[in-house]
């Protein structure tokens, strides 16, 4: 599994508009819905199966990012939405450090197995310093596509 196949270009905010971790959560849910990821008609049913998971611990894991994510049987197929914060976000992480860069993972209830596997290359990359800060720096969706394809290839390294 690629990063390149998890999240989908139509999806991708180099410049969110949100200050505040549900409304940013809500943006990107919007940004799924828009590129297909999801359908309209589940919006709030999955707002508020995202934010139920927030209430249970918090999805921000330090260096500035955070992964909410979901699984909930109305998804088909899995899919992400990336977000960045120029100000950063408060997502209660464990470091009480402010969040740059938001996954939000969709992911079908009956497929489990694709979830972890979607969640560990997704943590894989985020866990690299370059990866976090490109990602941070990234101005635009291509920067980000490019940034994804590169981690895919594995021309990234620290």
Do not use: C
């Not at 409304?23 to 309209?40: G, Y």
């Not at 921000?60 to 120029?86: D, L, Q, W, Y």
Request: without cysteine; glycine residues 6%; negative net charge.
């Amino acid at each position: 599994m690629k990063l390149t196949q998890i999240v989908h270009k139509d999806a991708v905010i180099p410049s969110l508009q949100a200050s505040e971790r549900d409304e940013v959560i809500s943006e990107l849910l919007e940004a799924a819905i828009a590129a297909d990821v999801v359908e309209a008609q589940y919006r709030d049913e999955l707002l508020a199966a995202v934010l139920e998971r927030e209430k249970r611990g918090s999805t921000g894991f330090g260096k500035g990012v955070a992964v909410p994510h979901v699984k909930h049987a109305s998804i088909e197929s899995m899919g992400a939405a990336i977000g960045i914060s120029e100000n950063g976000v408060d997502f209660s992480s464990l470091d009480k450090q402010p969040v740059y860069s938001v996954f939000l993972l969709l992911s079908p209830a009956d497929k489990p197995e694709e979830h972890l596997q979607a969640m560990e290359i997704i943590f894989k990359n985020l866990s690299q310093d370059t990866f976090r800060r490109f990602l941070r720096q990234a101005g635009s969706v291509d920067d980000v596509l490019t940034l994804l394809s590169d981690a895919d290839a594995q021309k990234l390294v620290g």
